[in-house]
């Protein structure tokens, strides 16, 4: 009895053979499935006691119509059934009376003669233990085979420079923290009545540089300070300080 819905399935085999099928006489392999299990959310459940003889039978292509091979087809049939991919009719000489395998159902609709019919059909097999529905990747021969049969052509088509190679993810490096410069201190403020705010040390290097041109007989004999009277150096403001810069040659006697 045929299932009447799409889903994954749990099967074993109940008969099983290699033809010439189809209106183009392709290599297929046929097999009758008998449903034991079904996946319902995530869990595999046995069928309820009505539904103990549902079968469905597969049609699995070995090639196409341009006479290459079916490679999906064929890659299903290595996992599911354990052929090594050589010969096709060891999957019809072979027992697999204890073998169980996973098929995948679903709908397919097609134009028959008096229009459009819908038919439940077995869209893949795969292995008992298989987690189905995952994406699948090419394995070190299908690498070398995509590469020998395309490679040259994509190349061709796409011209220009060769793309660069995927760098793997993963979390960017900081780079080297800059040194930090130095901050450039402030220019002295100017005083209020527009005199340059001069200090001790700047008063102190003017007065040095004046020393250096008196020759070795120069030296300070009056404290250049008394050009503001009556306030000690401590109590110099900036504005004094710049008087005092402006005043202190004046005060370095030649001896």
């Not at 819905?5 to 006489?25: L, M, Q, S």
């Not at 079968?55 to 079916?70: H, V, W």
């Not at 923290?177 to 340059?196: F, I, L, W, Y």
Request: hydrophobic content about 35%; some cysteine.
């Amino acid at each position: 009895m045929l299932p009447d819905r799409e889903g994954r399935f749990k099967a074993t085999i109940a008969e099983h053979g290699v033809d010439e099928t189809g209106p183009n006489n392709l290599a297929t392999f046929v097999c009758k499935f008998a449903l034991t299990e079904e996946l319902v959310g995530g869990q595999w459940a046995p069928l309820g006691p009505d539904e103990t003889s549902l079968d469905i039978t597969g049609y699995f292509y070995l090639e196409k119509r341009d006479g290459s091979i079916n490679t999906v087809t064929v890659e299903n049939l290595k996992e599911a059934f354990g052929w090594d991919g050589r010969d096709p009719l060891w999957l019809q000489d072979t027992d697999f009376a204890n073998l169980t395998v996973q098929v995948k159902l679903e709908y397919e609709t097609y134009q028959g003669k008096n229009g459009p019919k819908t038919n439940l059909k077995v869209r893949y097999v795969n292995a008992e233990n298989s987690t189905g529905g995952s994406v699948p990747k090419a394995n070190d021969n299908t690498r070398k085979a995509l590469s020998t049969r395309l490679g040259s052509k994509l190349r061709a088509l796409a011209g220009g420079t060769p793309a660069a190679t995927p760098k793997p993810n993963g979390k960017p490096v900081a780079p080297p923290a800059k040194p930090k410069t130095p901050a450039t201190p402030p220019a002295s403020p100017a005083g209020e009545d527009g005199h340059h705010a001069a200090g001790v040390g700047e008063v102190c290097g003017r007065v040095s540089a004046h020393l250096a041109g008196q020759g070795p007989r120069g030296r300070v004999v009056q404290n250049p300070c008394r050009a503001v009277p009556g306030k000690g150096t401590d109590a110099l403001t900036p504005a004094d300080w710049a008087v005092v810069l402006e005043q202190a040659p004046a005060k370095i006697i030649p001896m």
